[in-house]
């Protein structure tokens, strides 16, 4: 079982508007080591100001077309909307946020305004662990999911299609989806190793899962680390802020993506050329997951 202590990830400040310097640079670097960090601020009549602080520190904020004027998509149950996930109780699986955009938002905020009683847990993963699992286990089945057309996630009129896993400068990105919140596609080659991706972040063992709590503010490297919830109750009320960001900082140094040495990179690549792969040769043309829009 994969664990971590989440208290030691939570930072408390009287208000994200008054940050010391030295909580900017701890918050800075839990993100950087973990790949997520959470701000928790005391009681405020205006809550969401401590959010949009958070443009500061993590970029220019991405708009959504659910966003309200300040660039805040509201999360909570709406029964007019059972087509957008993020208004209905049911789990969410993990997944990273923007798979359909060419670009996806380097870095993805919720802040808790009320947390359902019971149930509507925060899930997360670490794509690094996907990346070092199915490297242990199938290593040419990874490389895969390295193909330029391992996967295309389509909402409405927003398509990419895309690797799962991506090399920059740093490392790698990951971008992945597979529930019922998009129509997606997974390049026939790459499908094997697409299900045992989504097998291992599907398994609540590999999984970090904890309540986020009211003034608590989790913020996430979304080119490493996946998200989701729980399912809770149609008769509670649960509602999250939540905000996107380019992640240009000019205040703390940020670093995004799984942190892979180029050189390592090189020889794995090497040692399972593209020659031996033949995972999904039975499958005739890509296979096809079609799923409602978010």
Not at 275 to 292: E, R
Request: charged letters at 20%; a positive charge; proline letters at 5%.
């Amino acid at each position: 079982m994969y664990s971590i202590k989440i208290e030691n990830l939570i930072i408390r400040v009287k208000s994200v508007l008054e940050m010391p310097v030295s909580k900017e640079a701890e918050m800075a670097n839990k993100f950087n080591e973990f790949g997520f960090v959470i701000l928790e601020h005391e009681p405020s009549a205006t809550p969401k100001n401590n959010l949009l602080k958070l443009s500061d520190y993590f970029g220019t904020i991405i708009q959504h077309e659910h966003s309200d004027s300040q660039g805040i998509v509201p999360i909570s149950p709406v029964d007019s909307y059972p087509e957008y996930v993020n208004t209905t109780t049911t789990d969410l699986s993990l997944h990273t946020d923007g798979a359909f955009t060419i670009t996806p938002p380097k870095v993805m905020a919720m802040q808790c305004q009320i947390a359902a009683a019971n149930g509507g847990f925060t899930k997360l993963i670490d794509g690094k662990l996907v990346y070092e699992h199915l490297k242990r286990t199938n290593p040419v089945g990874l490389l895969t999911l390295f193909n330029p057309d391992a996967i295309t996630v389509k909402r409405d009129n927003k398509k990419a299609t895309k690797p799962i896993f991506e090399e920059h400068h740093a490392g790698l990105i990951v971008r992945f989806r597979a529930d019922n919140a998009a129509h997606v596609s997974v390049e026939s080659k790459s499908f094997a190793a697409f299900k045992s991706f989504e097998n291992f972040v599907n398994n609540p063992d590999n999984q970090v899962i904890f309540k986020l709590a009211q003034n608590q503010i989790i913020i996430v490297d979304n080119t490493r680390v996946l998200h989701g919830r729980t399912a809770f109750s149609k008769q509670e009320y649960r509602l999250l802020n939540r905000l996107w960001f380019d992640g240009q900082s000019d205040i703390i140094n940020l670093k995004f993506g799984i942190s892979i040495a180029p050189k390592n990179l090189s020889l794995f690549a090497k040692k399972y050329q593209p020659s031996q792969i033949d995972i999904g040769s039975d499958i005739s043309q890509s296979t096809q997951l079609k799923f409602k829009a978010t």
